[in-house]
């Protein structure tokens, strides 16, 4: 069973626009919660992160939200730029001792920002 | 390019054959990583190190799947028998730090394909 999910596969978005992607979790153990934007033929790469204890983290364009009582985060990317077009993937780990090592993914959501 | 780099992109055996992937991490990172990411999925955790030690491996890692990491340096990830179920892209990461402040930078992948 999946335990992150992604449930929209893609996601299209005129430029300057806002992008909104969303991830459900099940696992009430999980604590931190990650995005990561992948492009064809390279690794995924790491974008930003949140805490459990936090409800809103902001990197310049890019602004995750928690949601733990719905087990809902989201991510916001505004304004959305063509380059932004890449599958999102969201991840989540329990802590384990104090390591992150263990990442469960969501399935992904491919984001193409139209120019 | 001080990026993690993993060896050869592409693999393409026949069912039966026994493959070996290579990954160099980042070199002043300790941990290291193995996932695998199969069409339409996101990464699955396979095993980490931290330097030389093997932690963890899931329970995706069958008897026919062995990894090593002599020297906490560069790591192996050898398949043996191979069988097309196991056509993947394989991914390596590695990281330094730790608790929530553990970041995985990912290689590019081999991408792995079974006749």
């Known amino acids: 069973d999946q335990q992150v999910k992604q449930n929209s596969p893609s996601l299209s978005v005129q430029e300057g626009r806002i992008s909104i992607l969303n991830c459900d979790y099940t696992?009430?153990?999980?604590?931190?919660f990650l995005w990561y934007k992948k492009y064809p033929a390279e690794g995924p790469t790491f974008l930003i992160s949140i805490s459990s204890i936090k409800d809103k983290n902001e990197d310049g364009r890019f602004t995750v939200f928690l949601n733990k009582s719905a087990k809902h985060l989201s991510l916001h990317i505004v304004p959305s730029q063509p380059g932004d077009s890449a599958v999102y993937f969201c991840?989540?780990?329990?802590?384990?001792?104090?390591?992150?090592?263990?990442?469960?993914f969501g399935k992904g959501t491919l984001l193409t920002v139209n120019p | 390019d001080t990026g993690v780099s993993q060896d050869p992109r592409h693999k393409i055996t026949k069912r039966g054959q026994n493959v070996t992937f290579r990954c160099d991490p980042i070199?002043?990172?300790?941990?290291l990583y193995w996932y695998r990411q199969t069409l339409g999925q996101g990464p699955e955790f396979l095993t980490y190190f931290q330097n030389e030690a093997q932690l963890e491996k899931s329970r995706l890692l069958s008897d026919r799947f062995s990894a090593e990491r002599p020297k906490g340096s560069f790591s192996t990830l050898e398949i043996q028998r191979t069988e097309q179920g196991d056509s993947a892209m394989y991914l390596c990461?590695?990281?330094?730090?730790?608790?929530?402040?553990?970041?995985?930078?990912f290689g590019s992948g081999t991408q792995l394909s079974v006749l």
């Open positions: 991840a989540a780990s329990a802590d384990s001792g104090g390591s992150n090592y263990k990442l469960t």
């Open positions: 990461a590695s990281s330094l730090g730790f608790g929530q402040n553990e970041k995985l930078f």
């Open positions: 070199s002043e990172h300790n941990r």
């Open positions: 696992n009430s153990m999980f604590d931190y």
